[in-house]
T-cell receptor, first 118, second 110 residues
Framework: KAGVTQTPRYLIKTRGQQVTLSCSPI?????VSWYQQTPGQGLQFLFE???????NKGNFPGRFSGRQFSNSRSEMNVSTLELGDSALYLC?????????????????FGPGTRLLVL | GEDVEQSLFLSVREGDSSVINCTYT??????LYWYKQEPGAGLQLLTY?????DMKQDQRLTVLLNKKDKHLSLRIADTQTGDSAIYFC??????????FGRGTSLIVHP
């Protein structure tokens, strides 16, 4: 079974531009969560999509948005990039939405997209 | 707001037990998670515990939860060099909006 894939793996943009990152979950998984990791702020939850609906959202400005397609692939978009948006963006897939259940479900993470904003 | 605190570093000898500690402030936390991040590798969900549990064991991993003191710990028995990584504690309420600690770097030396 293929793992979680993220594209692109590396990206360089300049301030003011916008960027779209893609995440393909494990086959059969309907939940995709996004996270931002920076040296300054650490790991932060961005949002979660389940069956094309945003279920949960972290404390990020409206410049950060996402969507999920019917095949469960998800994209996140950051508009008007700022230097502080430079980060590793991780996505994870799961078969269930929200908190993990006692049934043993878990999350599987992709390798991340490293974004550098100049 | 919610806050999750962890010590930054822990150094142990191979074969010893490691105990990584975490404190959180949100009393409504329902779920508590431990994640592992190895150098150059992605994040991995190691284990999780529900707030109505005191302990969870999974092979070499033991999670202890003291809800009164809002203290969570991860014990790794027989620590190996392959356990060297950054370990993140996270807490979440009824909705999955986890708050992460800054991570504890576990260094295992021979």
């Amino acid at each position: 079974k293929a793992g979680v894939t993220q594209t692109p793996r590396y990206l360089i943009k300049t301030r003011g531009q916008q960027v779209t990152l893609s995440c393909s979950p494990i086959s059969g998984h309907r939940s995709v969560s996004w996270y931002q990791q920076t040296p300054g702020q650490g790991l932060q939850f961005l949002f979660e999509y389940f069956s094309e609906t945003q279920r949960n959202k972290g404390n990020f400005p409206g410049r950060f948005s996402g969507r999920q397609f019917s095949n469960s692939r998800s994209e996140m978009n950051v508009s008007t990039l700022e230097l502080g948006d430079s980060a590793l963006y991780l996505c994870a897939s799961s078969s269930t939405s929200g908190p993990l259940r006692l049934g043993g479900e878990t999350q599987y993470f992709g390798p991340g997209t490293r974004l550098l904003v100049l | 707001g919610e806050d999750v605190e962890q010590s930054l570093f822990l150094s142990v000898r191979e074969g010893d037990s490691s105990v990584i500690n975490c404190t959180y402030t949100d009393s409504s936390s329902t779920y508590l998670y431990w994640y592992k991040q190895e150098p150059g590798a992605g994040l991995q969900l190691l284990t999780y515990i529900f707030s109505n549990m005191d302990m969870k064991q999974d092979q070499r991993l033991t999670v202890l939860l003291n809800k009164k003191d809002k203290h969570l710990s991860l014990r790794i028995a027989d620590t190996q060099t392959g356990d060297s990584a950054i370990y993140f504690c996270a807490e979440g309420g009824g909705s999955y909006i986890p708050t992460f600690g800054r991570g504890t770097s576990l260094i295992v030396h021979p």
